[in-house]
């Protein structure tokens, strides 16, 4: 008898089921399990006033990411609960035998960009981390969602946790994506599609040319963003991309084990004639570079458009755009193209990896940024920061008048003192734009690299097509 | 160990707003504590104080007296989407809020909110107007959230009633952990793990402090 087809999300759900009560959720094994200095404090403490060791600490790694300072490392840590949180991740690790990837290792970073980079993120997996983005992982088809801390707790005692299976969202991007558009603007363009609540109860899985096309680095944006989206996780199918960015990574299967991890992977794509709780197909020909001009990632519109009226919403909807232009300082009806801005900040678990600064770079090459524009690059990691420096990006950013930082989530999160100020404007390569996530009272657009990167150039909003092409002409900045 | 949970009566607080994502709830500069006390006082916080750290004037909902004490929030559409900090359901249990009904939550908040005896109550939009419209009228009348009868009494004596996780639902009631109930499952977690290897060893190589 022929097996039922199934999806990618079903196969993996399948192979890490372990029990089930009657009525009560499945025991899901978890894989690996990452772990940041944010979320996960008070989990340790359960696990000691239960008397509890951490069951599989060799499927566990731990980095400090969020509220570490993306200055001169050296220099000491002024924010008293700052540097209590990452003395006490690191005590925590010690007391539980957890690797950690802390201050001064040359791997750390922020969570979602060093998973990948050393190869712990494999496809089939199931990924979990007191982190929303750890949707981020699920790039190499592996299940990987975000977790809360009495969630973490249960990991780390049990190896475990009680799940729901999720429904099944098929996300299909065909086409191809024109030159200056780029993953970044696939998920934007989703989220502005579906809203922000429009994925709740489902896992993406991302198909399409489009998405076939993308390496992994922009897989990785696209699945980062699930979340915003409301799904938990986003996943796309592994293939010849996946296993090329996989191999000889440290932590991949090596020699026989490769080759047998290989096989087993490539059974996971879903089968044909498996179906999907729900589908979206969306044109990847037609997509602009998008930008967010309101408070929330769902606001967000192609960077040749206007910012929409409240007045042609219904009511419930008209006060949330009426509020969100309010906090924005924005009027209807204008273009988003050509808003002024005193920040940029390219970096995040979004677009901090080694694509995103080369994307910036290229678009920052030859040129200078704008006259007052405080221009922020955060490499993802320690790993991107040298990999990124050994090809010579640092300088452009650095000659381009842009500061050149520490790894770390930084502006992403404003809780390392990389921040917005109130009423300041900044665009953002990260993943929120909701009010206060990057400074209080601060005003997020959310853009890929290369609109950010232009946007440096010009000091205001600026669609990169304008620019991209154009390197070292700097009249073609001056023309815009 | 969390304490059992049967039902509650109180007076509701309204915020007519769609898509309160987690950062308003408990902006991230509270994250930084490495316990879970005094996140009462974080709660919307930015909503109720100026970037100058000033009390917003007229004061933020929660801030209104009339609310002090109150222990149900009817919100918009897509409650506690964003971050996963379940510092969001610790801020709002710290406050006093046991009960939170919306026409829909983002997942990671939901189960949050279970696991710290937070009810998130799900109401059709249509039901949600009826009420909205209710408190309107009656801006001080008492509900009872009965979590046990799995129903809403409004203060004309009128119900409703509400589906929740039948598991989390038996958890909440009892007061029973769910890490002791997994716990207790562990000889299927070692069955499953003798046929199942470790896909990786995160402590290979690495030395790096
Ligand atoms: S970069 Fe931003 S979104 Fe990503 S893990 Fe850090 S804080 Fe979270």
């Known amino acids: 008898m022929a097996e039922k087809p199934r999806t990618l999300l079903e196969k993996i759900w399948d192979d890490h089921f372990v029990a089930s009560d009657p009525g009560a959720p499945a025991i899901l094994a978890i894989d690996l399990h990452l772990v940041h200095e944010v979320t996960s404090p008070q989990a340790f403490t359960g696990l000691r006033s239960r008397g509890l060791k951490v069951r599989k600490p060799g499927q566990t790694v731990a980095t400090a990411d969020h509220s570490i300072p993306t200055l001169d490392p050296s220099l000491p840590i002024l924010d008293e609960l700052a540097r209590k949180q990452l003395a006490q991740i690191e005590e925590n690790c010690r007391e539980f035998g957890i690797p950690f990837h802390g201050q001064g290792s040359p791997t750390r970073g922020i969570v979602h960009v060093i998973g990948p980079e050393l190869g712990l993120t494999q496809p089939g997996m199931t990924i979990v981390c007191g982190d929303s983005h750890t949707a981020t992982h699920g790039a190499f088809g592996a299940l990987a969602f975000g977790i809360g801390t009495s969630e973490i707790e249960m990991v780390l005692a049990t190896q475990t946790l009680l799940q729901r299976q999720p429904k099944t969202f098929r996300v299909q991007i065909d086409g191809r994506l024109q030159p200056g558009v780029g ?298 | 160990m969390p304490e059992p949970f049967v039902s509650t009566t109180s007076r509701v607080i309204s915020i007519p707003r769609a898509n309160i994502d987690t950062d308003q709830i408990c902006p991230a500069r509270f994250l930084k504590i490495t316990d879970k006390a005094n996140l009462a006082d974080a709660l919307f916080f930015d909503w109720r104080f100026t970037p100058d750290g000033a009390r917003r004037v007229p004061p933020s909902f929660i801030d209104e007296p009339v609310n002090s004490g109150r222990q149900i929030l009817l919100v918009g559409d897509n409650f506690g989407s964003g971050s996963s900090r379940e510092h969001a359901p610790w801020a709002l249990r710290a406050w006093g809020i046991r009960a939170i009904v919306s026409t829909s939550f983002a997942d990671i908040f939901k189960g949050n909110s279970l696991k710290n005896a937070l009810l998130p109550i799900v109401v059709t939009p249509e039901r949600h107007a009826v009420l909205t419209a209710l408190l309107g009228d009656n801006p001080d009348g008492e509900w009872t959230v009965d979590l046990e009868a799995q129903q809403v009494t409004l203060p004309d004596g009128s119900t409703f009633g509400f589906e929740l996780d039948p598991f989390a639902r038996t958890m909440i009631l009892a007061g029973t952990d769910e890490v002791g109930y997994v716990l207790g499952q562990l000889p299927a977690i070692e069955a499953w793990e003798a046929t199942h290897p470790a896909r990786v060893d995160t402590r290979e190589g690495v030395t790096a402090r």
């Open chain 1, 183 to 480: 993953a970044k603007d696939i998920i934007l363009a989703l989220i502005a599609r579906i809203g922000v609540g429009g994925g709740t109860g489902h896992v993406f899985e991302f198909t399409g040319d489009a998405i076939r096309a993308l390496s992994m680095e922009e897989r990785m944006t696209v699945c980062n963003m699930s979340i915003e989206g409301g799904a938990r996780a986003g996943l796309i199918a592994p293939d010849e991309t996946t296993f090329a960015y996989l191999a000889g990574r440290k932590f991949a299967p090596q020699g026989a084990a490769w080759d047998d991890a290989v096989a087993r992977w490539r059974k996971l794509p879903t089968d044909a004639g498996a179906t999907y709780d729900r589908t979206i197909v969306i044109d990847g020909d037609r997509l602009e570079p998008m930008v967010t001009y309101g408070t929330n990632p769902g606001m967000g519109l192609p960077i040749s458009g206007r910012i929409p009226s409240p007045a042609d919403l219904e009511p419930a909807a008209r006060e949330d755009l009426e509020r969100a232009l309010a906090y924005m300082g924005l009027q209807p009806g204008a273009s988003i193209a050509g808003q002024k801005l005193d920040v940029v900040f390219i970096g995040s678990c979004t677009n901090g990896r080694i694509e995103d600064m080369r994307a910036a770079a290229s678009v920052l090459r030859g040129r200078h940024v704008a006259e007052g524009l405080r221009v922020l690059v955060v490499p993802g990691s320690q790993q991107v920061k040298k990999q990124a420096e050994s090809e010579g990006l640092d300088s452009v950013f650095k000659a381009a008048g842009a500061e050149w930082r520490e790894s770390g989530c930084s502006m992403c999160i404003a809780m390392n003192g990389d921040q917005l100020e109130p009423g300041e404007y900044g665009i953002s390569t990260s993943n929120r734009n909701f009010q206060g996530r990057q400074g209080k009272g601060g005003r997020s657009f959310l853009a890929s690299p290369l609109t950010a990167a232009a946007s440096a150039v010009t000091g205001v909003i600026t669609d990169p097509r304008t620019l991209v092409g154009a390197a070292s002409q700097p009249s073609a900045v001056e023309a815009h």
